[in-house]
Structures are given as structure tokens and as C-alpha cells.
């Protein structure tokens, strides 16, 4: 068989993209953003993502519940995982390689998703997950006092507040000065702000720093109903 160019690959690899993909993807519930992200909030508030990332003629996929109500967090994928590569050199193999991609995302991914669709799940094996956030402990427990504030378990917002604070004391004095932990530092003391004025406070600061986090994904349009 003829070896593709470049642009020939590109087209079929749209091609099939769109046609594998699209429409399971929407009937899953999840909008797409740009070429290859698709996100949806799920029934209790979450937000989940599913991302495409094709290097040369491989595909794979990453997918998490992502954080949005932090918006340092806004972006990570730190409680998720990804998938292995699979090769689509060739059209052939392209489209065998998508459907098992498919596959992949309806008899695995959908229902990992499905889990933590139950807040006590999602509490016991995310939230309370010791494993998460290995040598940045700081984001976990900064992961921890948004999730408490977002669920409204308000006894458990205040310690992970101080924890996020011992984080940072332990830092050498040289990275105590980087912008991104100041900013942390900034991000807890608005929440226990917040906290402190009460639950309605908190409740609509954590909606308004979703909506910041949703208006940076360009993804605002999950909240029209």
C-alpha cells in the first residue's frame, strides 16, 4: 500500500475522528472543545474531562474529575489517568485503532467516571487518597479544602487550610518566593475569608471561582441547561 502524506493522513485522520468519536461523545453528554477535549459537569458537580493526544501516528487518551471550583487547580489532572498508545499508521489501521479507543472510553473510562458519581466514593477513594499529589503535598491539600468547601463539609475546610500553610513553611526560602506558591498562599486566604463570613458566602465564592475556571476553558456553556 501507498504511504500517505502528511496532508492525506491529517484529512482521514479528521475523517475518521468525526465519525468514530463525535456523536458517542455527545451521547455520553460531554461537549467537545477544539480538536480533541471533550468535558461535562456530571449530576453531583464535577467536572470531567476526557483529552485526546496524538503524537505522530499513535493516539491516546487522558481523563480526570478536575478541580475547577480551585482555580489554580483549574487544569489539573492529578486524580486521573491515560490511556496507552495505539497506532494508526495507516487507514487501516486508523479506524480499527479509534473503535478500540472507543471501546476503551465506553467499558472503562464512562464508569470510572460513574463511580465517583457517588460522593462517598468519590470522598473515600479521591479526596481521602493519600497517594495523590506524591512530593507536591501542598495541591493536596489545597485539592482537599476546595473539594470540602465545594461539598459543603465545613469542618474539614479550616485544617486543610493550615495544612496547605505547613506546606509552604517547609519550603526552602528561595521557593517561598515563586509566584505560583504566593498564589496558593492567596487562594486559601480568600477561601478561609469566605469560610470565616459564613456558608452563604462560601457557597457563592466557590460557584464564582467555577465559573472563572469554566470561562478560562472556554467551556462556560455547561451551565446552560
Not at 463570613?197 to 467551556?219: N, Q
Request: net charge neutral; glycine share 6%; proline share 2%.
Amino acid at each position: 500500500m501507498e504511504e500517505l502524506s502528511t496532508k492525506e493522513y491529517n484529512k482521514l485522520y479528521k475523517k475518521y475522528f468525526k465519525e468514530i468519536f463525535n456523536k458517542p461523545m455527545k451521547d455520553f453528554g460531554y461537549k467537545k472543545k477544539g480538536t480533541g477535549r471533550f468535558c461535562k459537569i456530571n449530576k453531583i458537580g464535577l467536572f470531567e474531562y476526557i483529552g485526546f493526544f496524538r503524537y505522530y501516528h499513535e493516539l491516546r487518551i487522558e481523563y480526570a474529575i478536575i478541580p475547577i471550583y480551585s482555580y489554580i487547580m483549574k487544569n489539573s489532572i492529578g486524580n486521573g489517568s491515560e490511556t496507552e498508545f495505539v497506532d494508526l499508521d495507516g487507514e487501516e489501521k486508523m479506524e480499527k485503532g479509534m473503535k478500540s479507543i472507543l471501546e476503551e472510553i465506553e467499558n472503562k473510562i464512562i464508569p470510572w467516571f460513574k463511580k465517583y458519581e457517588d460522593l462517598d466514593v468519590f470522598f473515600e477513594e479521591i479526596v481521602g487518597n493519600d497517594k495523590l499529589y506524591i512530593g507536591a503535598e501542598i495541591y493536596r491539600y489545597l485539592f482537599r479544602a476546595a473539594t470540602f468547601a465545594k461539598f459543603k463539609k465545613y469542618s474539614k475546610i479550616q485544617e486543610n487550610i493550615d495544612k496547605v500553610r505547613e506546606e509552604y513553611n517547609k519550603l526552602p526560602d528561595e521557593e517561598k518566593a515563586y509566584d505560583f506558591y504566593n498564589v496558593i498562599l492567596k487562594e486559601v486566604d480568600e477561601l478561609e475569608e469566605k469560610l470565616k463570613e459564613g456558608e452563604e458566602s462560601l457557597e457563592k465564592h466557590i460557584k464564582k471561582v467555577e465559573y472563572k475556571s469554566l470561562l478560562a476553558w472556554k467551556m462556560e456553556k455547561l451551565l446552560k441547561k
